[in-house]
């Protein structure tokens, strides 16, 4: 969504349906629309990829400016909001997330789902953040998330093929998506695979296809450090998407920063 254009333009047309299943998926949403709720001024949301989240945010009535590398991703973005009726709220820019530059600077920068986790190098994810704060008003905020990669269940998942299944429709096909992670824990590295069935309503397989893509992960004390070099304060840590606390046994860090008014 954020790096590769062929890995997310592949994965496009079945990507709300993999990323909906994640249990963190729908609180995370929630989060997100409501840190916007009582906003009027435009939001920025980087990786906007098909837009799961913004067009929650644009019924609110607040403008969304949406940044993406993929075309794939953003041409479904831009159909969703022409057929909710919203294609006015909406602005979309193509670029890479470490290099965008805004006609002005913006009060809110969200980047939602764990999306920083896409930038697979530290360097990455630095540079993401010092465009982040150049493309920032003084006093405006960037409000990011990543999960806590829990260490023993990554061990115990490392390999092992996940189902996410949409039911078909009757007389109809419909992709069963199996995940499988192979971890690098010195690189703080993610391979994953993407294993499409497609289905009939008899649960017969049709098709078989294979897509592939890369994550990183980053501890809490990594993005502290992050923040510091980039000249981001942070305002707020919580430790998932209620407002709790972050702290040590926490599964989320969601990260309020903003830019300082020199």
Not at 177 to 197: A, E, P
Not at 202 to 225: C, G, H, K, M, N
Request: charged share 25%.
């Amino acid at each position: 969504m954020v790096t590769m254009i062929p890995e997310y333009d592949r994965l496009a047309d079945i990507y709300d349906v993999w990323v909906q299943s994640g249990p963190a998926a729908e609180p995370c949403r929630r989060f997100y629309v409501d840190m916007c709720r009582t906003l009027r001024d435009p939001v920025v949301e980087l990786g906007i990829g098909t837009g799961r989240i913004a067009i929650e945010i644009a019924r609110l009535g607040v403008p969304i400016t949406g940044i993406d590398v993929s075309p794939a991703m953003t041409a479904l973005c831009q159909k969703k909001f022409e057929e909710a009726g919203l294609q006015h709220q909406l602005s979309l820019l193509i670029s890479d997330v470490r290099h965008f530059e805004l006609p002005e600077p913006a009060p809110l920068i969200i980047f939602p789902y764990q999306s920083i986790g896409y930038l697979p190098a530290y360097e990455d994810k630095l540079a993401l953040l010092h465009c982040v704060r150049r493309n920032l008003k003084p006093g405006g905020r960037f409000i990011f998330d990543h999960y806590i990669l829990d260490k023993t269940r990554a061990h115990a998942l490392h390999g092992i093929p996940q189902l996410t299944r949409r039911t078909p429709e009757q007389g109809a096909t419909s992709p069963w998506i199996w995940t499988v992670f192979h971890f690098d824990f010195s690189k703080q590295l993610i391979d994953c695979s993407v294993i499409i069935d497609e289905v009939d309503d008899a649960s017969t397989l049709l098709r078989r296809t294979y897509r592939s893509l890369s994550f990183s992960w980053i501890e809490p004390d990594q993005v502290q450090d992050l923040l510091r070099q980039a000249n981001l304060k942070v305002q707020t840590a919580y430790g998932d998407f209620n407002g709790s606390p972050l702290t040590p046994t926490s599964e989320q860090q969601i990260w309020v920063a903003e830019r300082p008014i020199e």
